[in-house]
């Protein structure tokens, strides 16, 4: 009988993993087997094993790249976690009403980010007919180009970001928030604690494991982010918004380099895996995160 089971079981998620295999591990191999030789304009000129890595390395543009990776990355998370924490604590208490509201905050998420960033560029026209242009005439002030400036494109990156992806996060930590049961608050209210306590010493560490989720997805969703760049600022000005996404993208796609190309996706791959062991070795201490 548990031999049957067992064959059962695997006839029953071998298609899905042969799915997940051929779509997911086989091809990060041969991305990795392509960082490892000369491939240009689709011709294969043979293995250079480390060179690619090395020039990759040694380019003070990558590292650039990778330093402005991590501001967008990070300057996204510091601000959409929170607000997606704020309000799934609100969806909570709205009942009914907070369910419409977020089905309204989902709108940008499920979005194409091309139309997102268009949507956005005409927002942004430096003239009293985009709408921040209209708010800038409004109060008497000269219209301001956000994306071209270089001080002001990386934060407005960030900001158009966060109204993309927050919704998403707060789905996830509302769930989370359901399952914290309702006693615990009621047993620390007759202990005298405080909302703030009781925030900090119930929701938080019960809330870990959402936690946990949340930002190692929205991690690799922003490390990794690439159309919304292309569509707002193209890398500019003057590189200020490069990423390694982006670097990748130039590199893979427009100069027509692959074997490169391959190696900055393995690196970013390694800095994504990186981060979110740090963030499990952070969060999983937590009594709330799975063991």
């Known amino acids: 009988m548990a031999r049957k089971t067992r064959i059962v079981g695997s006839a029953l998620v071998g298609p899905a993993l042969i799915l997940v295999v051929a779509i997911n591990v086989l091809p990060a191999f041969y991305g990795f087997y392509l960082s490892l030789r000369q491939v240009f304009f689709f011709g294969d000129e043979g293995y250079v094993g480390l060179q690619n890595y090395v020039a990759l390395f040694r380019?003070?543009?990558?590292?650039?790249?990778?330093?402005?990776?991590?501001?967008?990355?990070?300057?996204?998370?510091?601000?959409?976690v929170p607000l997606a924490l704020v309000?799934?604590?609100?969806?909570?208490?709205?009942?009914?009403w907070g369910s419409i509201l977020l089905t309204v905050l989902l709108v940008p998420w499920a979005m194409s980010p091309i139309v997102v960033?268009?949507?956005?560029?005409?927002?942004?026209?430096?003239s009293p007919g985009g709408l921040v242009g209209a708010v800038f005439a409004a109060f008497g002030m000269p219209p301001q180009?956000?994306?071209?400036?270089?001080?002001?494109?990386?934060?407005?990156?960030?900001?158009?970001?966060?109204?993309?992806?927050?919704?998403?996060?707060?789905i996830i930590l509302t769930g989370g928030l359901g399952q914290i049961p309702r006693d615990l608050y009621k047993a620390a209210a007759m202990d005298g604690l405080g909302a703030w306590e009781a925030f900090r010493k119930i929701t938080l560490p019960l809330l870990a494991s959402s936690l946990l989720i949340v930002i190692s997805m929205l991690t690799i969703s922003y490390f990794n982010e690439v159309q919304t760049i292309i569509g707002l600022t193209g890398g500019g000005p003057i590189?200020?918004?490069?990423?390694?996404?982006?670097?990748?993208y130039h590199t893979g796609f427009v100069e027509l380099d692959q074997g490169r190309g391959n190696a900055i996706a393995i690196v970013m791959f390694m800095i994504n895996m990186l981060l979110i062991a740090l963030y499990i070795k952070i969060l999983g201490k937590q009594p709330g995160a799975a063991a």
């Open 59 to 80: 380019d003070p543009f990558a590292w650039q790249a990778m330093g402005r990776s991590l501001i967008f990355t990070f300057g996204s998370l510091v601000i959409a």
């Open 87 to 96: 309000s799934a604590m609100g969806i909570r208490r709205l009942g009914k």
């Open 117 to 126: 960033a268009l949507l956005w560029k005409w927002i942004l026209v430096p």
């Open 145 to 170: 180009d956000l994306l071209t400036d270089p001080i002001l494109a990386m934060p407005t990156l960030i900001l158009i970001a966060v109204w993309r992806n927050f919704a998403f996060a707060a």
């Open 239 to 248: 590189r200020q918004t490069t990423t390694l996404g982006y670097l990748l």
